[in-house]
Structure formats: structure tokens, C-alpha cells
């Protein structure tokens, strides 16, 4: 079965330090990989994900992930945090058959920014 | 481009109820996904429609159906509800198996 785990609950950073959220999977095949973002009320809005092509996907306001297979992860980064980055980030995962359906999603990861 | 909407925003129910949950998908999609947020958790996958048809189901009890319409909108109905239910309900519509789920905002169900 596949599974997302996402490493650290709550991630601290100061305005324009660099982000991390971390983010491995557990799949018996090459999936589709997602990281969504939500903002407090709000529902999902998609970043990036992988669908086998580059390894390195960027996405939206500067974010981008590196799908790893022999580490099996798929770590999202932003090389400057901004304060309106501060929000909820999940990585979620399906199988290939079944892309943009059926996703497993992480426990999220809360991401908060300072001044 | 109109957006997924959902409805109602918030509402408030008690144990043994019964639930319906309503949604709006993107214009062009055909397919609607709906997915259980609990508090402080990631969205768990309840179940996707496909042309009218159930065609994928996560690990919910039959209590929660639902359906689809022929303009592909969907309703989540959850009958005898628990206060477990309590949770942001996402709805999800796509273009098939393009790869994107483009989300509503949720309705959050209090069950007391």
C-alpha cells in the first residue's frame, strides 16, 4: 500500500532563509507525486507534482520539489521564504493508473515565517 | 472560469443525523473526488464519481454515499452520523486523469 510520510510537523523560518519540508513515499511502483498548499479557511491549491518527466519540478510562487527514487523522497524547497508562504503543506501521492485521483495525503506540515 | 464550490460553509448537526453535503465542480471536469479532513490531519480519499458512476472508494462505511449529476456536480450524503464525522469535507474536481484536482474550499460538519 502506499503511504506519505512527512517529516516534522511544524517548520519555523525567518523571512528570506530558505525552506525545506520534507516529504518520502512508499510505493511498489514510480507514482505521481503532489504537494498542495492551504491557507487557514481554505481549501487545497495545487504547488507542483511529478508525473515522471524532469526530476526537478518547479511549481508556483517560487517553490520547487526533487523526486529522488533511490531515497525515495520528494522534498519541497523555496530558496526565500516570504510571509506569505506561512501556511499548511501537504505531500500527496497516487499510483500512475490513477493520477490526480484517489491521492494519499501526509499529515501536513505547518510552515511559519518571521519577520 | 468558475471554480469548485461547495455548500454549505458550516453547519452543525447531532449525533444519529443525517448530512448532505453539495458541490459544484470546475467547469470542463467530469469528475468529482470528495475527501474527509480531521482536524490537524491530511484530507483522506471517501470516494471519486466518474460519469454519474462511483468508480474508487477509501476505507468509509457505507453510510457515506453519494452522487452525481448529470452536469457533474455531487452530493455526499452521511446518515447516522457520529461525532467522529466532525471534520472539513473537501470536495475535488478533474478533467479525468490529467494529474491536477482542483479543490473547493470545504464545508465544516460539527457533530455533537
Known amino acids: 500500500a502506499q503511504s ?14 530558505l525552506v525545506l519540508l520534507r516529504c518520502n513515499y512508499s510505493s511498489s511502483v514510480p507514482p505521481y507525486l ?13 504547488l507542483l507534482k511529478y508525473t515522471s518527466a524532469a526530476t526537478l519540478v518547479k511549481g508556483i510562487n517560487g517553490f520547487e520539489a526533487e523526486f529522488k527514487k533511490s531515497e525515495t523522497s520528494f522534498h519541497l524547497t523555496k530558496p526565500s521564504a516570504h510571509m506569505s508562504d506561512a501556511a499548511e503543506y501537504f505531500c500527496a501521492v497516487a499510483p ?17 515565517v518571521s519577520s | 472560469e468558475t471554480g469548485v464550490t461547495q455548500s454549505p460553509t458550516h453547519l452543525i ?49 457505507p453510510r457515506f454515499s453519494g452522487l452525481q449529476f448529470p452536469n457533474y456536480s455531487s452530493e455526499l450524503n452521511v446518515n447516522a452520523l457520529e461525532l467522529d ?11 479525468g ?16
Open chain 1, 4 to 17: 506519505v510520510t512527512q517529516l516534522g510537523s511544524h517548520v519555523s523560518v525567518s523571512e528570506g532563509a
Open chain 1, 34 to 46: 503532489f504537494w498542495y498548499v492551504q491557507y487557514p479557511n481554505q481549501g487545497l491549491q495545487l
Open chain 1, 96 to 112: 500512475k493508473r490513477q493520477a490526480g485521483t484517489a491521492l494519499i495525503f501526509g499529515k501536513g506540515t505547518t510552515l511559519s
Open chain 2, 13 to 61: 448537526k447531532t449525533r444519529g443525523q443525517q448530512v448532505t453535503l453539495r458541490c459544484s465542480s470546475q467547469s470542463g471536469h467530469n469528475t468529482v473526488s470528495w475527501y474527509q479532513q480531521a482536524l490537524g490531519q491530511g484530507p483522506q480519499f471517501i470516494f471519486q464519481y466518474y460519469r454519474e458512476e462511483e468508480n474508487g472508494r477509501g476505507n468509509f462505511p
Open chain 2, 85 to 95: 464525522d466532525s471534520a472539513l469535507y473537501l470536495c475535488a474536481s478533474s478533467r
Open chain 2, 97 to 112: 486523469g490529467t494529474g491536477e484536482l482542483f479543490f473547493g474550499e470545504g464545508s465544516r460538519l460539527t457533530v455533537l
